[in-house]
């Protein structure tokens, strides 16, 4: 599922392997490595917790960070986030 | 919520802590099983802060929450739930992150007389004291039954529009929430922790007695969680999984423990903590077939693996309904 966000500000890529984590830990993982990085770069997030699908775009809505697609394939749920606001 | 929104409703800049212990109730148990499906499925810490407009801070706590449930300075409550000691705790844990990201004060929803044990008259000094607070710390539903703070005695809070809130009833809360135009809310009272729950406190007991340590990592916590948990005998013990949910999430421990399950994948998945024998294998065969689908069968064929061995697979006779002795189940 797309969220329909725009995708022009493109910035490194960094991968977030956050299977069989339950929430909230998914979240504090994301929010551990965003502390990490600068506006326009890029997360992709794997997940296990369907949860994650509410919990990681309410975090991002707070912060000001922009989910630009989910998707879930098998049980598997992957998040791509762009780093907007702050941690 | 309540606190947060008197707070932004006098103009003062607010953002939300939320500390994560492992012992939380919501989320993982909803994440977990099939039958909490219907409910909303999302973290009302972050549901709260959305609805608020502010930005909340989940903090990974678990490894120094730990001598807060080992060693609690005050006891325990009617189970093994600390709450003086986690209040403290938690209360120092925000003083800290106020130090860090300058702000001045710390804000929380409590209230004279609502806990037993943790809100008395008593002990929310207690808190302030403990947790290095001191007078930053305001409680702003019950402020008018405390000595005024620094954040009132400086003027950076309005106390004429802070409140008088106290005792155990909620019907203050929720006609202020009404007032507020919140609408919506987290169900107020307690639950939010498995500590404070009857079966969970023996099993963590359990794992303490036969562990010889009182002692845990995340993984045993979040195990205690799920699943009936059957000890035929020191040292030995079953995780079985009640519902499809449950399955699912124990197959993520497939790696560190031994697991059974009925060949044609049907039925609850167990793991074995313990170091087990071959009949302790057999034992723990047959009281997988007693919970799977084919329990009244003659034989049912069980896979057994172990972590790092090929699977095999025992063709057990299924335990009687009276076959797990009441004891058994911790």
Known sequence: MSTGASDEMVGPVHILDARRLLCPMPVIRLQQLVATLTPGELVDMVCSDPGALHDVPAWCRVHGHVVLETAEVAGEITIRVRVDGTA | MLAAKLMLDQGIEVEGLNFFTGFCVEGHTH???????????????LWVAERLGIKLHIVDV????????????HGYGKHLNPCLDCKSFMVGRAYEWLCEHEFDFIVTGEVVGQRPKSQRRATLPVVARESGAGDRLLRPLCAHHLEPTLPEREGWVDRDRLLAFHGR???????????????EYAQPAGGCCFLTNEHYAAKLRDLWAHRGQRDYELDDIMLLKVGRHIRPRPGFKLVVGREDGENRFLQGYRRQFTSLQVSDGRG??????????????????????????????????????????????LEVEPLAADGIPGEWYV
């Open chain 2, 169 to 183: 009833s909620r019907k203050p809360q929720i006609a202020l929430a009404e007032e507020l135009g919140l609408d």
């Open chain 2, 62 to 73: 678990v490894d120094a929450y730990k001598q807060v449930v080992l060693n609690p300075r």
């Open chain 2, 31 to 45: 994440a977990i099983r099939d039958r909490d499906r219907a409910r909303p499925r999302r973290n009302n810490a």
């Open chain 2, 268 to 313: 609850p998945l167990a793991l074995v903590d313990g170091v087990v024998t071959d009949d302790d294998l057999t034992l723990a065969a047959r009281v997988v077939a007693r919970f799977g689908p084919w329990r009244e069968a003659p034989r049912v064929p069980i896979e057994v693996a172990v972590p790092g061995q090929p699977a095999r697979v």
